[in-house]
């Protein structure tokens, strides 16, 4: 009875080193968390292994992260799952049909988004949209010719109009001279013709007596008019002077004008747009409907793909900018040693209790020989 009391009592003794030794080394994992001084010299073992090299470890899990577990490589593993495009394709089109079934006014949901006069907003950006776009379109063209910014089309299209612009402008001169307010326009230019000649005119009016000038001048101006060689020349003139103004530069076309002019020219052309499109009294859906089915079916899966291949092809300068291990790591150091401690505990609870146990078993077998070797010395 005496020797299985005494094979019992080692046991016993021998389980309870091993599990509280092992305990007691988890415990001073973390424990104490910080340095304790007896005397003015700090006992050791304190703190805590992982107090003590927080630092390290942060650096470490930093890391383990970017080198074992968040890779490029699995990343663009990731992008590439077709279940993950998917979804990102679903909750993109479930988010733009609340915005096809939105009923509220253009200006209100503007409003909404914090700007308090949408009408004045919009022609502000606008005004500043076309400025830009004015500047970016002069700032390539200002240097070059008129007929190098025209397309070729348009160059040819108006040259080919210029010969019937000239028949035009020849048939209203013929309508306007074969009128009776024409009749009376030539004899007051023959009037002023004769008046500004002083005593010769008056000899000249003295001579012709009461010929009416007018009436002889009349027919010859309609037959120049009529004249093929008179519209030829006309048509001529007129494309002396397309040339030359083409041949001019943006800029020197611009300078005439004035920039501020056209400015303002622009401001109002894009003001009475808006005004006559009536954009911001129309509903939200009422807007968006016409591109709901290609939005849906083409924009969204197509725009989705995109810009997964664009992340999958840019994910190795992406993650080597977002410097994910100094983010690991600054993050843990910012840890207290309490939180690290929990988190490890919620992880590794249930291996510390086995390893707990696994101590108290190796003790209580140490113990078995540790009696068998006490009863034979």
């Not at 005494?6 to 340095?35: C, Q, W």
């Not at 502000?124 to 240097?143: H, S």
């Not at 040259?159 to 035009?168: C, G, N, Q, T």
């Not at 129309?282 to 989705?304: F, G, S, T």
């Amino acid at each position: 009875m005496e020797t299985v009391l005494y094979f019992l009592f080692m046991i016993a003794v021998g389980a309870i080193i091993g599990g509280v030794t092992n305990a007691l080394a988890i415990k001073m994992l973390f424990r104490p968390y910080e340095p304790i001084y007896l005397y003015g010299k700090r006992l050791p073992f304190t703190p805590g292994l992982i107090p003590k090299r927080r630092e390290e470890l942060a650096h470490q899990l930093g890391k383990m992260v970017v080198e074992h577990l968040l890779t490029p490589e699995g990343i663009r593993r990731k992008l590439t799952e077709t279940e993950l495009m998917n979804n990102t394709i679903r909750s993109m089109q479930q988010w733009a049909e609340r915005w096809f079934d939105c009923q509220d006014t253009v200006a209100e949901r503007l409003q909404r988004f914090g700007m308090n006069d949408p009408k004045e907003w919009i022609h502000t950006k606008a005004a500043e949209w076309v400025d830009k776009a004015y500047e970016q379109w002069m700032e390539q063209r200002r240097g070059k010719k008129i007929h190098e910014v025209l397309p070729r089309e348009i160059r040819e299209n108006i040259e080919k109009r210029i010969h019937d612009l000239a028949h035009y402008i020849a048939d209203r001169a013929l309508h306007y001279f074969q009128s009776e307010a024409g009749k009376q326009r030539i004899a007051k230019m023959i009037d002023e013709f004769f008046i500004g000649r002083g005593m010769l005119g008056n000899m000249l009016q003295m001579l012709l007596g009461n010929v009416n000038l007018a009436d002889k001048v009349q027919p010859e101006i309609v037959k120049f008019l009529n004249h093929n060689g008179t519209r030829e020349m006309l048509a001529q003139l007129l494309l002396d002077e397309w040339h030359q103004w083409t041949d001019s530069s943006v800029a020197s076309v611009e300078a005439l004008i004035g920039k501020e002019r056209i400015h303002q020219s622009l401001h109002e052309f894009v003001a009475k747009a808006i005004e006559a499109s009536g954009i911001l009294e129309q509903k939200v859906a009422d807007v968006l409907a016409p591109y709901r089915q290609r939005m849906i079916h083409e924009w969204i899966p197509n725009v989705v793909a995109k810009g997964m291949q664009w992340v999958s092809d840019q994910v190795e300068t992406l993650v080597e900018r977002l410097q994910i291990a100094d983010i690991v790591r600054m993050e843990v150091e910012t840890f207290s040693v309490e939180r690290i401690e929990e988190m490890i505990l919620s992880i590794s609870q249930r291996e510390f209790k086995m390893i707990t146990y696994l101590g108290a078993l190796l003790g209580g077998v140490i113990g078995i020989f540790q009696a068998i070797v006490g009863l034979w010395v």
